[in-house]
């Protein structure tokens, strides 16, 4: 069984830490595209501040 990426964010505001498999945010890319949305989809659910990545691990 091949390993997923999954990428590491952490919040530069309320520091909530989450972790995001590659495929959702490729379809969070794609969906903001096709909707004439900006960003990425990777806002804090806690504070709504923009994410940053922090890299990522395989599961």
């Known amino acids: 069984m091949e390993k ?5 964010y952490k919040c530069n505001s ?3 830490e ?3 498999p590659e495929f959702i ?3 969070l890319f ?3 595209k096709l909707e ?4 990425d989809g990777t806002n804090c659910p806690e504070c709504g ?6 890299g990522f691990i395989y599961r």
């Not at 997923?4 to 590491?8: I, M, Q, S, V």
């Not at 004439?36 to 960003?39: A, I, L």
Request: glycine share 8%.
């Open 49 to 54: 501040f923009k994410m940053k990545p922090q």
């Open 30 to 32: 794609v969906l903001s």
């Open 14 to 16: 309320c520091n909530f």
């Open 4 to 8: 997923e990426k999954w990428y590491k």
């Open 36 to 39: 004439g949305v900006e960003g």
């Open 25 to 27: 945010l490729d379809e």
């Open 18 to 20: 989450d972790e995001i």
